[in-house]
């Protein structure tokens, strides 16, 4: 097993929450940036597209968010060596630069009308990038995390890659909320309003990227690095082997049950159920909300009891519920049981969001450890994450929607599979080795 040495008395407190702060507020603006795709696709699909119904123009925009996810494997392999031998602080900083970038390029792009193919092309461009900067960035966030946080509180800390990861996404559907009731009529936001979330994420991610220049680095980091023999590659990697199975199955199931009860609810909630597209985001904030909330007590329950038991009620509340839920939330005509039926799901996704951060992190040494966790973690979600609105809409269009309830009771099998027999000895994954 790898090893987390307790090396936390060269920060003061002030300078590791500072520390904590930068390296996960980072992260808030990389998932809202991301998010702002998927809450604002009802509103541009028309405008990167050739005109079709409303299914056919969510699944094309649905092609290109989970073609997004492709570049997340080279985000991680890239990124991750960067943190594992420049620094993870470098890491951070490269990332945040990427997604302003492609940000920037959707919120100034022509129209379909107005350029022809060259419109979606454009937009697969902004998000590629937009991928490879957020593949690079949960390794090394997680890792930086991890590293910097109290040993005795590692779960606790590592929470708040959720929670500023949730805050990303609520920050996107607050600004489609503010925009929806506020400020612009539906006509003004399909024809230029989906725009400005575009702009306010490449300037936050400005803001972050000046605000990290105060980041600490790890001291596990400045440790290994006076080792020239200390950072390792895809080689060092590969003697991984059963740490890198267990990232992905993990992941596999995790990534599967939360987006789909985020990203795809929203539509799901709309194109299935029925609600309407302000009752569906209101629902979506508020669930959001309460799974944002709820995160710190599971990492810090992780630290009491142990990662090993929230990972197994995660995989099997997920087994036995997912089918049932979604069934129900099918058919839901009320916002108000909508809002408890998808809160109760996060709840229960929570056993995996909270801790899994820490789970993969603590499977590595540090000289391997952000490319451990950025790699197959990324594979994983590009394969399967970026792909579940895109399976979900599909198994609508052929008439067998609820074959998708079951793909991602699936998903989650493979993950509790994982749990108990590819990391059965990791009862309480904190120890000091």
């Known amino acids: 097993m790898p090893v987390f040495k307790t090396q936390t008395g060269a920060l003061t407190t002030a300078q590791r929450i500072r520390s904590i702060i930068a390296g996960s507020s980072g992260n808030l603006i990389e998932y809202y940036d991301w998010y702002v795709y998927a809450a604002f696709s009802m509103y541009f699909a028309h405008a990167f597209f050739p005109k079709g119904n409303q299914t056919t123009e969510l ?7 989970a073609v997004g996810f492709l570049m997340r494997p080279v985000g991680g392999w890239l990124m991750g060596l960067m943190a594992d031998r420049h620094g993870r602080r470098a890491a951070l900083s490269v990332s945040i630069i990427a997604m302003c970038a492609g940000s ?14 060259a419109a979606p ?7 590629l990038l937009q991928g490879l900067s957020l593949g690079g960035e949960y390794g090394a966030s997680a890792t930086y995390l991890s590293e910097i946080a109290p040993s005795a509180q590692r779960g606790f800390y590592a929470s708040f890659q959720y929670v500023t990861l949730v805050m990303g996404q609520l920050l996107a559907l607050v600004v489609l909320l503010i925009l929806q009731f506020a400020l612009l009529s539906p006509a003004q936001l399909g024809a230029w309003g989906w725009r400005v979330p575009f702009c306010i994420g490449a300037l936050l991610a400005l803001s972050i990227l000046w605000f990290r220049r105060g980041m600490a680095e790890s001291e596990q980091f400045n440790t290994a690095s006076h080792d020239r023999n200390a950072h ?35 539509k799901y909630l709309v194109n299935t159920a029925g609600l309407s597209k302000e009752q569906s985001t209101l629902v979506s904030t508020a669930s959001l909300v309460v799974f944002a909330m709820v995160q710190p007590a599971f990492g810090a329950l992780s630290d009491r009891v142990g990662r090993r038991r929230l990972l197994l009620s995660f995989g099997i509340i997920g087994c036995v519920a997912t089918v049932p839920l979604m069934q129900a939330l099918s058919s839901v005509h009320s916002p108000l049981v909508a809002f408890g039926l998808v809160t109760a799901a996060l709840v229960g996704i929570s056993g995996y969001t909270s801790i899994n951060a ?16 950025a790699l197959p973690y990324a594979l994983t979600v590009s394969v399967f994450g970026g792909t579940a609105e895109y399976v979900a809409l599909w198994f609508k269009q052929i008439g067998h929607e609820g074959l998708f309830y079951w793909y991602v009771t699936g998903c989650i099998a493979c993950s509790l599979l994982t749990v108990l027999f590819v990391l059965p000895g990791h009862d309480r994954i904190t120890q000091e080795h």
């Open 59 to 65: 699944l094309r925009s649905a092609a290109v968010f």
């Open 104 to 117: 920037l390029a959707i919120a100034v792009c022509p129209t379909y009308e107005r350029i022809g193919v």
């Open 121 to 127: 092309c454009v937009l697969l461009f902004a998000r």
């Open 232 to 266: 390792g590659g895809l080689r060092v990697l590969l003697r991984h082997p059963r740490e890198v199975l267990g990232v992905c199955g993990l992941t596999l199931g995790g990534t599967v049950a939360f987006y789909t009860f985020t990203i795809y609810m929203q």
């Open 358 to 373: 820490v789970v993969k992190a603590e499977l590595f040494p540090t000289r391997i450890r952000a490319l451990g966790v």
